[in-house]
């Protein structure tokens, strides 16, 4: 089905996808870089719902790009200093 969906995404253009995990769902934080996602950035504070979340935003390339090349078009994304 994710292939399906990377494939109907690279016919409308999009060069990236982009997800968020919460951080402690180890089954999340095991299976999406076996599709090839990888962390950007953790973000602390999330409100959902009445919960507060610590989450690590990850993306994947779908036409080759490296992450940097995203990060200049995403900054909001970009990891910032402790």
């Keep these: 089905m994710h292939a399906d969906l ?5 016919t409308q253009g999009a060069e990236w996808l982009r997800l968020t995990v919460v951080v402690g769902n180890r089954k999340a ?3 999406w870089p076996k599709l090839g996602y990888v962390p950007v950035r953790i973000r602390e504070g999330i409100r959902m719902g009445r ?7 990850q993306v994947k390339a ?21």
């Design 6 to 10: 990377e494939a109907w995404a690279v």
């Design 29 to 31: 934080e095991r299976f």
């Design 51 to 57: 919960q507060l979340n610590t989450v690590s935003i």
């Design 62 to 82: 779908l036409v080759g790009g490296q992450v940097d090349d995203y990060l200049i078009r995403v900054p909001l994304d970009r990891p910032v200093a402790p």
